[in-house]
């Protein structure tokens, strides 16, 4: 913490993913693995030194690069007056185990974002759904318990942890998947036919996008529609809009669908909505939905299982002013052209470690309350 910044008071108070941040997480790239193989993934980079079956730390130079641009990131967010903590990551490499399930490795502590969700004054610890990341909110843990502490109203919730037992998933999933023609890819896609079963709820909290008393949540790969009810259930007083989208190997919502500030969001180009009556719901609202600009990759950097979409994977710091990824040169363009003060951030080297700029961060404090952004709702959506 710098000193400007010693004395801000911890308050947990989030509604959405653009007004001004006063004090956010970013993560750590330490000891990040490629994780053992497991019923909900398996990691098959061969040209890399991963070939299917086998895992291990990334490389310890890939690492170091990671840590310095998510050092240069915080300081970046320091000097502009914002409180920045870091989690406490754990020794990765271990084996980890419940009564249901033994794990060979951990996966690491890069994106907050994954597992925390910041709805008000209220931090969600996600369920995961992966067993490599069953126990990285443990990372958070030392943060949480101090911000408990300091915030009086601060709430703290986990999402009930879930077994991750085999029948969480569908079994064999990835061999059936290997076998399918394009043609049952496609009706895969069309039939959210995605590896989780409807045993549990599961949810990551990237899958989710805050605009005030809308969440919308991504049924991706590593959301149920169990795990869309239960945050149904758990925000009576929101609205949740569950989303889908042409996509084969979907993973959350922000390099996909990215509500930027009010009346403006940002869609991926390539995963076009599949849900009904989504884009009249923005039309309706007076949203603009803007097609995202060409990625800077054509393709999966090495050992990354992130996708050229984290082009997508921006910070607002505030309505106007945003951070991005600064090889994204046509995309900091096209903000440049909606009228936002870009922030280019070198971030490419901390792809492999779980994500971009969005990924790389958790929100504690952003100013502004609970607004209803879409007065005009749409039956069935
Ligand atoms: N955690 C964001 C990853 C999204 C993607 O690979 O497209």
């Given at each position: 913490m710098t000193a400007q910044n010693e004395t801000r008071a911890t308050i947990v108070s989030s509604w959405n993913e653009w007004d001004p941040l006063k004090h956010v997480i970013v993560g750590r790239a330490d000891g990040t693995m490629v994780q053992a193989p497991e019923p909900a993934i398996e990691r098959d980079w061969p040209d890399h030194g991963f070939p299917l079956?086998?895992?291990?730390?990334?490389?310890?130079?890939?690492?170091?690069?990671?840590?310095?641009?998510?050092?240069?990131?915080?300081?970046?967010?320091?000097?502009?007056?914002?409180?920045?903590?870091?989690?406490?990551?754990?020794?990765?490499?271990?084996?980890?185990?419940?009564?249901?399930?033994?794990?060979?490795?951990?996966?690491?502590?890069?994106?907050?974002?994954?597992?925390?969700?910041?709805?008000?004054?209220?931090?969600?610890?996600?369920?995961?759904?992966?067993?490599?990341?069953?126990?990285?909110?443990?990372?958070?843990?030392?943060?949480?318990?101090?911000?408990?502490?300091?915030?009086?109203?601060?709430?703290?919730?986990?999402?009930?942890?879930?077994?991750?037992?085999?029948?969480?998933?569908?079994?064999?999933?990835?061999?059936?998947?290997?076998?399918?023609?394009?043609a049952e890819k496609e009706k895969a896609i069309y039939e959210l036919d995605w590896v989780l079963t409807e045993k549990e709820p599961c949810f990551d909290a990237a899958d989710i996008g805050r605009a005030g008393k809308d969440l919308f949540v991504y049924r991706s790969s590593v959301t149920n529609e169990a795990g869309v009810e239960w945050l149904r259930r758990h925000f009576p007083n929101h609205r949740i809009h569950p989303v889908w989208f042409y996509e084969d190997n979907p993973i959350h919502i922000d390099a996909t669908f990215v509500v930027l500030r009010p009346g403006l969001t940002l869609a991926n180009r390539k995963r076009k909505?599949?849900?009904?009556?989504?884009?009249?719901?923005?039309?309706?609202?007076?949203?603009?939905?803007?097609?995202?600009?060409?990625?800077f990759l054509d393709d999966y950097p090495p050992l990354s299982f992130?996708?050229?979409?984290?082009?997508?994977?921006?910070?607002?710091?505030?309505?106007?002013?945003?951070?991005?990824?600064?090889?994204?040169?046509?995309?900091?363009?096209?903000?440049?052209?909606?009228?936002?003060?870009?922030?280019?951030?070198?971030?490419?080297?901390?792809s492999a470690f779980g994500g971009g700029l969005h990924c790389a961060t958790a929100d504690v404090y952003r100013e502004g309350n609970c607004e209803d952004y879409f007065p005009h709702q749409i039956e069935g959506f």
């Open positions: 079956g086998t895992y291990g730390p990334l490389p310890k130079e890939m690492e170091t690069r990671a840590n310095q641009q998510l050092d240069n990131f915080a300081k970046l967010l320091e000097d502009r007056g914002i409180r920045v903590d870091r989690p406490t990551p754990l020794d990765f490499s271990q084996e980890v185990r419940t009564p249901d399930w033994e794990q060979n490795s951990m996966f690491g502590c890069m994106p907050p974002r994954d597992v925390l969700l910041t709805v008000g004054n209220e931090i969600i610890e996600a369920t995961m759904s992966q067993r490599a990341r069953w126990y990285e909110y443990l990372c958070y843990r030392p943060l949480l318990e101090q911000y408990f502490k300091e915030d009086p109203n601060f709430r703290w919730e986990a999402a009930p942890k879930p077994r991750l037992a085999d029948d969480t998933y569908k079994k064999d999933y990835w061999r059936e998947w290997d076998k399918k023609s394009k909505p599949l849900t009904p009556n989504m884009l009249q719901f923005f039309k309706k609202n007076d949203w603009e939905v803007v097609e995202c600009a060409k990625p992130c996708s050229p979409w984290l082009s997508m994977n921006t910070l607002m710091l505030d309505p106007k002013t945003i951070c991005v990824d600064a090889q994204e040169k046509e995309q900091m363009e096209q903000f440049d052209r909606l009228g936002l003060e870009v922030i280019p951030v070198p971030f490419i080297d901390v």
